[in-house]
């Protein structure tokens, strides 16, 4: 006796319910092929065939999937490309300004002594040499990077024990007392001030001390303050709020005094945020261009005294060169500078929010035995 067997229909990789591993590559290519050809049609540039290419790949790919998976998967894949879509445009910005500062400030670095001399004694003459003669462009930006250096060092100075300390007297001490709201409230004014502002604030208060005209790296590193210790109040006190009030009673229940429990304990735990807040915020002002211009005004000579003289910095570098170029008739070299100034800034930018986090990871607390 023969049994008769019914054939069974063998299902197809693409008939399973889920879409092959392979699936997104294959849309991407056809997409970017796709984009290709509609932007040679109406004239090509990359930008608009990203823009065509992923519109396509979003499309394809729900499309696709709706087919084989169902509504609900096609639907978590049209969420992923809107939220890779959405990140992918908020880098772009990040990516251009690099790719633009890069290109535009390397010829300045790599210019002989940019990194070691000032503009002291630079004319148009030796920018209108540079440009007819092929000669290297002199001029640097040693003052500007020492001026920046000395007024953000004496501004956190000023800023981090004032910011700290008003950090624990509101976490610790101001149990929702008048004087802790009052200062919570003009915290958060200060925080949204113009810099500006800061600036005139600065300028005022010394003009009023010391005399009209007081122009020096000291009331700079003042007018900066202004706008870090904001930042510092808010980052601390945030990272104070989370230590754990086991450890304030563990230590209460020793005997330990409460100045001494927040000393050893409360902010040795919470130093790690602390530090990391503290280092964005000397990176939110190192960039600061206008309380600068009106505080400390600016110098084409090195200046090591912040308490007497003008002084410069990078941000007044970058736009005195840019708005009044050494040679009017020819402000390439000037330009040149300004972007190698810029680029060096964005570097100490960099270097300081690396700093932030290895300083968060070092005295990070340790959680294993």
Not at 209 to 222: H, R
Not at 248 to 254: F, S, V, W
Request: aromatic share 8%.
């Amino acid at each position: 006796m023969t049994d008769t067997l019914t054939p069974v229909k063998k299902r197809s990789a693409l008939t399973k319910g889920q879409l092959p591993k392979w699936a997104p590559y294959l849309v991407l290519g056809i997409a970017l092929v796709l984009g290709a050809a509609v932007l040679a049609l109406i004239g090509f540039n990359a930008l608009g065939w990203g823009i065509v290419s992923a519109v396509f790949f979003a499309v394809g790919l729900v499309g696709w999937s709706a087919a084989v998976e169902g509504s609900r998967r096609a639907k978590d894949k049209l969420a992923t490309c809107l939220v890779v879509g959405a990140f992918l445009i908020a880098l772009l910005p990040l990516f251009s300004v690099i790719w633009t500062v890069l290109v535009n400030g390397l010829p300045g670095l790599t210019d002989p002594g940019f990194l070691s001399t000032s503009m002291n004694g630079v004319t148009g003459a030796y920018d209108n040499k540079s440009v007819e003669q092929g000669a290297p462009v002199v001029g640097g930006i040693f003052h500007a990077l020492i001026g920046t250096v000395l007024i953000t060092v004496l501004a956190t100075v000023i800023s981090v024990p004032v910011g700290l300390l008003t950090a624990v007297y509101l976490v610790e001490y101001g149990d929702d007392r008048p004087l802790a709201r009052a200062i919570t409230f003009f915290v958060d004014v200060m925080t949204g001030i113009p810099s500006i502002v800061a600036g005139l604030f600065a300028a005022a208060f010394f003009f009023a001390i010391v005399g009209p005209g007081t122009k020096t790296g000291a009331v700079a590193a003042v007018a900066l303050s202004v706008l870090m210790i904001p930042v510092v109040v808010r980052s601390s006190e945030e990272m104070l709020k989370i230590v754990p009030n086991e450890l304030r009673e563990a230590a209460y229940a020793l005997g330990v005094r409460k100045w001494r429990t927040i000393l050893k304990v409360v902010i040795p735990t919470a130093i790690s945020g602390i530090a990391s807040g503290i280092t964005l915020a000397i990176a939110r002002v190192i960039g600061e261009t206008a309380p600068i211009l009106v505080t400390a005004g600016f110098a084409t000579s090195i200046n090591y005294n912040v308490f007497s003289g003008w002084m410069a910095s990078l941000p007044t570098f970058i736009y005195t060169q840019i708005l009044n170029p050494t040679s009017p008739s020819n402000p390439d070299p000037s330009s040149q500078r300004a972007w190698g100034a810029a680029l060096v800034l964005i570097i100490l930018v960099m270097l300081l929010n690396l700093g932030a986090r290895l300083i968060a990871r070092m005295f990070a607390p340790k959680t294993g035995r």
